[in-house]
């Protein structure tokens, strides 16, 4: 393997295949109800998160039950991360947190938690209730960072800055939990340098994992308008692969493609090019 990708990991940890079950906990978001802006970031369309839009009606307890005796059938696993996914799922009250959070220890199967945020959403309480999930389970946080441009998040509509997610990771590393961070290749104005850079800024911060969204345009976004216009080009796929197989001189984990369909291809794609380079994760950094 020329990379450290997140199943292997789990895998060897856990000594056999763990499974994310993806939970919709009714969470907003302050970039969608007011309180930053009513807008969004520009490529967002929550209804994207697959079947998670249909879930909202759904309780946690469902959910989780129906999810789990899914893949014990379909992907024979016995062992399940319940990742908070939808939306900002660090916006509430510390109390409300906790009511939400708790149900996943109801669960033996569930060996890990995954909380899905934004940098600008999280403080020491809440980040002192996440670390005490530590005494039963592992515990993850995944910050939506996308670039550490702030001239790029003014633009995409982000509504927080660099300093706001560096602020969150400190607070972050000071406690027992795993981060994950998310990056966006290809973004408006943003060039293969540009996204190099941010890189090479998450891995010099020693975060536990990252994954690589390529942009895509969905329906009824900003972002689409924007495509429409003609004012933003995307990757191609193998070049999107030759990106990231220079950014894997710096990195942990492997990247996340933007259709489960489209995955598997691109990260075969991406072994074959590290292979003919004769190269893989983190060769060439003194």
Not at 16 to 27: M, N, P, R, T, Y
Not at 80 to 102: C, G, P, R, W
């Amino acid at each position: 393997m020329r990379y450290n990708n997140f199943s292997s990991f789990l895998k060897n940890k856990y000594g056999e295949k763990v499974w994310k079950i993806s939970l919709h906990a009714g969470f907003s978001c302050p970039n969608r109800d007011g309180t930053l802006s009513t807008n969004g970031c520009i490529y967002c369309n929550n209804q994207a998160f697959n079947i998670q839009a249909g879930k909202k009606n759904k309780s946690l307890d469902e959910q989780i039950l129906s999810s789990m005796e899914r893949l014990k059938k379909t992907r024979k696993v016995s062992k399940f991360i319940a990742y908070f996914q939808t939306y900002t799922n660090t916006y509430a009250s510390v109390e409300a947190l906790k009511k939400i959070y708790d149900k996943v220890l109801r669960y033996p199967e569930i060996v890990a938690l995954s909380i899905g945020t934004r940098p600008d959403c999280v403080d020491k309480q809440k980040l002192d209730l996440i670390e005490s999930y530590s005494d039963y389970l592992d515990v993850w946080i995944e910050y939506g960072l996308q670039s550490i441009h702030n001239q790029t998040l003014n633009r995409i509509n982000r509504g927080h800055s660099y300093e706001d997610f560096l602020q969150a990771v400190r607070l972050t590393q000071e406690r027992e939990i795993s981060i994950c961070v998310h990056v966006i290749a290809g973004l408006p104005g943003e060039s293969k340098e540009d996204f190099l850079l941010t890189v090479r800024a998450v891995a010099d911060l020693n975060i536990d994992g990252i994954k690589f969204h390529p942009l895509h345009v969905l329906k009824n976004t900003e972002l689409e308008k924007i495509y429409e216009r003609n004012q933003v080009t995307l990757w191609k796929a193998d070049y999107y692969a030759e990106v990231i197989c220079d950014a894997y001189k710096n990195l942990l984990v492997a990247p996340e493609w933007c259709s489960k369909q489209k995955k598997i291809e691109i990260i075969r794609l991406i072994d074959k090019k590290l292979e003919a380079r004769k190269t893989r994760q983190g060769y060439g950094r003194g």
